[in-house]
């Protein structure tokens, strides 16, 4: 698959999408529930992080009961994670930064692959391998919205997934600007609401994310 592609397929994914949920697992148990509880609030795109020890076994368990929604893995750190991310069954992968090895091996990969950027120079090297979508991180760090649109002078045909820092009072902002392409966070799954198994908060904080984003 050509990189152009893969760009056409990464636009397709985040427009349907519109918010990325970053999902941590610390608990097996909380998997299926939580991808419920956040698809019940119109979240049916995921992103799983390989932070924990269960984010491979969420993936795998979620592409085998869950098929209807789309899972991708996040914190890819390194070509051996995204060979065993491919293994798992992941449909996108994503990272919160990026490397020469990483922008190389993901380019022979089927898989679409949004790398982590966070200045001009980082969406260069990638840029010049032919990536286009870009996750921006941290993203309020970064600059946020401002800085969004400074990088839409010199980038015109690049877009990106702000990520880091985006909460409900922020991400009509981010969403309100024509470089991006969808947000990502972790702000709609409270720790309190997870930790005690709280499904109906989450489903109502998903859906309070994307009625803010209108
Ligand atoms: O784990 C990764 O691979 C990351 O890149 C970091 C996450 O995307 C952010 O931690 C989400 O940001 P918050 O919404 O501010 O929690």
Known sequence: MTQEQK???LDALCSRARILPVITITDERHILPLADALAAGGLTTLEITLRSSHGLAAIRLLRKHRPELCVGAG???DGRMLARVEEAGAQFMVSPGSTEELLLAAR?????????VSNASDIMRAHALGYRRFKLFPAQVCGGVVALKALG????DVRFCPTGGVNDDNVANYMAQPNVMCVGGSWMI???ALASGDWPAITWAAARALEAIG
């Open 7 to 9: 760009n056409a397929q």
């Open 75 to 77: 914190t890819v750190l």
């Open 108 to 116: 022979d990969s089927v898989l679409p692959y949004l790398p982590g």
């Open 153 to 156: 002078g010199p980038f015109p």
């Open 190 to 192: 409270e720790p309190a």
